[in-house]
């Protein structure tokens, strides 16, 4: 049964498109290395805007960080003249280190996450065992948003959306006419994300998925990941509710929920862990802030064994 709280914020959004609000200008940033589609949405008359999923360069087998993927948002930002309002994050990614603790020192903005956020701390708190100088009370972020919380990119209207399963705190971003879909959902050749992260759960991804197909189907999705499906020669990440629900290989019209589940549970099972897992989960649930140092003046990630 579908949750009340959920569809009353579905239907916010259907009665805000309604109302013909104004558009944003969408400039998206692809990082290869961890197939991450980033985002820059801005309000074409106040100039204020927002990042969505940025990315922090990691070298695994050097433990080196760079800014160079999240060098080119900030110029976008500067030579465009766009007055960043918010750094907002779909969840804590485990495939790439966010870089929104930069980008804000250097551009300032909010930065932003689902309030499940604490969840996930809790459960990766204790397999990373760090101890009571971690908060684990979404405190790292500046805002925590509530499923169906407005909010605005200068005048153009926004929501946050709880879409849970590939983690508990995933959120979609409303803004204007166009919905950041984080890693719910990707191109319709390639499918679904993954559910078997610890909190994941293929029931809750399904109902999310079917939450966000509920929109209208001229509705632009603005994915966070491609990974190229076989056959396709170009990376993608933007398509339609209408594509989504017509042509999703795993989730289009018709799927049931038992049917999406026994599937998705099969493929997750046969599925290696991202390569940057533990790195970036550490980092992310820290709001993109790395480690402090330690007494000889450098930081230190955590490598847990047999833990995942």
């Known amino acids: 049964m579908a949750d009340p709280n959920l569809m009353a914020a579905t239907q916010q959004i259907f009665e805000s498109r309604a109302s013909r609000l104004p558009s944003g200008i969408v400039k998206s940033f692809f990082d290869e290395a961890t197939n991450t589609a980033s985002h820059v949405i801005h309000d074409p008359v106040t100039m204020q805007g927002a990042v969505i999923d940025s990315v922090l360069d990691f070298d695994a087998a050097s433990g080196r960080t760079s800014t160079k993927s999240a060098d080119m948002l900030i110029a976008y930002v500067r030579t465009t003249g766009i007055t960043l309002e918010w750094l907002l994050e779909t969840h804590a990614h485990a495939d790439h280190l966010s870089a929104a603790p930069y980008i804000q020192q250097q551009c300032g903005g909010a930065l932003a996450i689902g309030r499940e956020i604490i969840t ?60 950041f879909t984080g890693d719910t959902l990707f191109m319709p050749d390639f499918g679904t994300a993954r559910a078997d992260f610890p909190g994941g759960d293929a029931g809750q991804l399904y109902r999310s998925i079917r939450r966000l197909l509920a929109l209208p189907e001229d509705t ?67 709001a993109g802030h790395l480690p402090p140092p330690e007494a000889n003046g450098t930081r230190y990630l955590k490598l847990p064994l047999n833990a995942l």
């Open 120 to 179: 996930v701390q809790a459960v990766f708190g204790k397999i990373f065992n760090l101890g009571t100088e971690f908060a684990r009370d979404g405190s790292e972020f500046d805002w925590l948003f509530e499923d169906g919380h407005k909010f605005a990119i200068g005048d153009i209207p926004a929501m946050a959306l709880h879409v849970p399963g590939h983690t508990p705190a995933d959120l979609a971003y409303v803004i204007g006419d166009v919905v």
């Open 220 to 286: 632009r999705l603005l994915l966070c990941h491609d990974y190229k499906a076989p056959g396709r020669d170009d990376y993608v990440w933007e398509t339609t509710v209408g594509a989504e629900r017509t042509g999703n290989v795993h989730a289009h019209d018709g799927i049931s929920e038992d049917a999406f589940c026994a599937m998705r549970n099969a493929r997750d099972a046969t599925l290696g862990m991202p390569k940057l897992i533990l790195p970036s989960v550490q980092v992310n649930i820290r």
